[in-house]
């Protein structure tokens, strides 16, 4: 069974079109890894980071999408005045999630000794 962490996902719009972005499940954090995706050792390349996210983010939904036409998207949404930072933000604590025990609960393991 795929592992659920949190099935929120964020709609844009860009000129007449909606594209919904996120990652709803391990496969798909994994896969956004697998094309590149390094929140940490990055280089302090924040731009290309962005793009990263946004690319990979937009995968689960848009599975046929390219990087250049996400790039394109994610120009046109600044362009039309939209909140790059939320969109970002969000992509990123969703990625993050899969790090993190759901809802806060944790199950705790058994130290042995030996």
Sequence with gaps: MEER?????IKIE??????TLGFPTRKDAKR???????LVNNGGKLITLNDKIFYTGL?????SI????AEKILEQYRAENGDTDEVINFLVGQYMAFMRS???KKKKAKILEM
């Design 32 to 38: 956004a890894e697998d094309l590149g995706l390094d």
């Design 14 to 19: 860009v000129g007449d079109k909606e594209y």
């Design 102 to 104: 759901p809802d806060g």
């Design 59 to 63: 995968l689960a939904k848009h599975p």
């Design 5 to 9: 962490i949190r099935s929120k996902l």
């Design 66 to 69: 390219t990087e250049y036409e």
